[in-house]
Every structure is written in C-alpha cells, then in structure tokens.
C-alpha cells in the first residue's frame, strides 16, 4: 500500500507551478507598456491580454546583435581599455597595462585606426 502513497507524491512533485517574479520598471518603460497593452486590449472580443505575455514577446524578439548592444551599454571607459589591451595582446603577445597605456598616451598606439587593435565585438 505504500506505493499508491509515493506515486501521488511522486506526481504532486512533478507538477511544475508557474514561479511568479516581480521586477521594477522604470516610470517610461511602465508607462509604454501600459500604451501597448491598452492598444492590444481595445477589441470586441478575447480576453485581456496579460503585462507578462506583452513582456515574453519582446524578450523573444532580443537578437544575438541585440544582447551585443546591451553589453556595450554597460561598459565604463575602463572596460573599453581593458577590452582593447586584451585585443593588442592578442594580435601582438603580451604586453603589460602600463607600458599599453604609455603606448597610447605617447600616440605610438591609435586605437580607431591602428590595424593592429581591433575592436572586441
């Protein structure tokens, strides 16, 4: 008798709950989609349609290209130097940091048209 038992827990388990997460909008993002949900809901028929199914569309919309430009926002100007240093090394074999930035302050380095350094992409 004890399998019946394990096999009803067993498939309470397996019954996989929608996991609901909240995250922050900003007030401009909040703001666009509460435009587009109203623009979507203003029909004759159907049910409304639900923020999280606006969301899941546009997150499948996002290209390789789209992640690539995403990444670049969150670059500081440090990150930029480091992702070039890591390029000319690359290209050139190492070289420290110091004597990198020494090349590039002295002008013996021109990042926007030295062949020798490409831009990470």
Do not use: C
Request: charged share 35%.
């Amino acid at each position: 008798m004890e399998e019946p038992t394990n096999q009803q827990s067993e498939t309470k388990k397996s019954l996989v709950k929608k996991k609901q997460v909240l995250k922050k909008l900003d007030p401009e993002t909040s703001r666009l989609l509460q435009a587009i949900k109203d623009k979507i809901n203003k029909k004759s028929f159907g049910r409304k349609i639900k923020d999280y199914e606006i969301i899941a569309k546009g997150i499948s919309l996002i290209s390789a290209e789209d992640i690539q430009e995403l990444q670049e926002r969150t670059y500081s100007e440090k990150d930029r130097l480091g992702l070039a240093h890591d390029s000319y090394q690359k290209l050139n074999g190492k070289i420290g940091l110091d004597v990198f930035i020494g090349k590039l302050l002295r002008g013996e380095l021109n990042l926007k048209s030295d062949p020798t350094v490409h831009k990470k992409t």
